[in-house]
């Protein structure tokens, strides 16, 4: 494996973080995590060396087996280690006015909810940007791969996706490593969806369980406007998610779902705020997530009603299934309301496999093993099926069926 170059005004992590507050797990929404356990130190940037062909052609595979899965799509772009080294555009989204293209970073507009935030915005060389202006319908995904190669690297890939008003699009981000890759990978991901707009958005987290990822995405929804937001987190050593849902304009509507496994001494972290700023405003939450062996999983979500939130209606659920006896989750759902018509509703549920669908299939012959799979396979189908964007399920179902199929030591 290659080692990052130490070179440039910020090479070393540490250097970028001077003068600011690591987060603490004192604070509500750092509570429960590893966040203690990341050594900035341990990391420097990318240097000016540029991109190892190797690695450009090991994401060109990735990115050609997205595009096999996913079917028929409007453009791809391929990043090495936060690096932008190629993006293109189908003659159909071209004349259709969808434009990509590798921009300068605006970090005044960086929407800095953390220090991991700011630091992206330090590290990042530019950022990727996908912009729909006013009416442009492109129906076909736009596929992103981003793939981490090199050792004790910090990568800050950042995609910012704009939309006009009355525009489509659909966006698959996926991250992936090179091998065992160590790093720290802090993606940040922000959407503006104007007035009767709509955003398909998928990313598949698929990176190293020797690494940490903390990682950002950011909506917020004009008018009428939709935001169709889905994960699935299934690699990293700590692997966190922060979802920002920001519900901007009258009857802006918001739709967010993630499954997430975990296996050996992984630990996913996700947390999720639903802020309804305006009336007519409507979010749903669907997560769902197993952890196997010594795997954690820690799951805060706050719905937030805002004074001019009248006619809100919010709902949020997340259930996690615990595999094994040393398998640990966490799942905290919150409400802070500050108008009286509204709607809100939210479950949460930390558990094992169902003891009577467990036994209904083995009292039919099932191997314990066997039936356990199925019922665990089961419980993802449901948000499988919720991806907005058809055939991710084939890239997502076979990564799920091997973290299911018996675990780490």
Not at 89 to 106: C, F, M
Not at 166 to 186: K, T
Request: charged letters at 25%; hydrophobic letters at 45%.
């Amino acid at each position: 494996m290659s080692t990052a170059v130490d070179s440039g005004p910020f090479a070393h992590l540490g250097e970028a973080l001077a003068g600011r507050q690591l987060p603490s797990t004192e604070a509500e929404e750092w509570r429960y995590s590893r966040v203690t356990s990341i050594d900035p130190t341990r990391f420097v940037r990318r240097g000016d060396d540029p991109v190892d062909e190797s690695a450009s052609s090991a994401a060109e595979a990735i990115a050609a087996e997205a595009v096999a899965s996913i079917g028929p799509v409007s453009g791809v772009a391929v990043v090495v280690d936060g690096i932008v080294v190629r993006s293109e555009l189908g003659s159909t989204a071209v004349d259709a006015g969808l434009r990509v293209h590798a921009a300068s970073v605006d970090r005044a507009a960086t929407d800095a909810v953390d220090v991991f935030v700011e630091v992206n915005a330090v590290v990042a060389d530019a950022e990727l940007r996908i912009e729909a202006p006013r009416g442009v319908r492109a129906e076909e995904p736009f596929v992103v791969v981003h793939l981490v190669t090199l050792d004790g690297l910090v990568v800050a890939p950042r995609v910012r996706i704009e939309l006009g008003d009355d525009s489509r699009v659909a966006v698959v981000e996926v991250h992936r490593s090179l091998g065992d890759v160590d790093a720290l990978v802090l993606p940040v991901a922000s959407c503006d969806i104007g007035r009767d707009a709509t955003l398909r958005h998928v990313v598949v987290q698929d990176l190293s369980t020797e690494l940490d990822v903390v990682a950002h995405v950011s909506a917020t929804v004009g008018q009428s406007g939709t935001y169709d937001g889905w994960v699935a987190a299934l690699g990293g050593r700590y692997a966190r998610l922060r979802v920002d849902c920001r519900l901007g304009g009258r009857g802006a509507a918001g739709t967010l779902a993630a499954l997430y496994a975990g296996i050996g001494d992984q630990m996913h972290d996700l947390r999720t705020f639903q802020d309804h700023l305006q009336r007519d405003t409507t979010s749903s939450l669907s997560f769902k997530g197993a952890v196997d062996d010594r795997a954690h999983a820690v799951y805060t979500g706050l719905i937030r009603i805002h004074p001019d939130g009248r006619g809100s209606n919010a709902e949020q659920s997340n259930r996690i299934m615990t595999l094994s006896d040393d398998a640990w989750a966490e799942s905290v759902p919150n409400l802070e309301i500050e108008h009286n018509d509204v709607r809100c509703a939210h479950a949460s549920t930390v558990g094992p496999v169902d003891a009577d669908q467990r036994f209904y299939l083995e009292s039919r012959g099932v191997p314990a093993e066997v039936a356990e799979r199925l019922i665990v396979a089961g419980f993802f189908d449901e948000v499988l099926e919720r991806s907005p964007v058809a055939g991710v399920a084939g890239l997502v179902q076979p990564r799920l069926a091997e973290l299911l199929g018996g675990g780490a030591s």
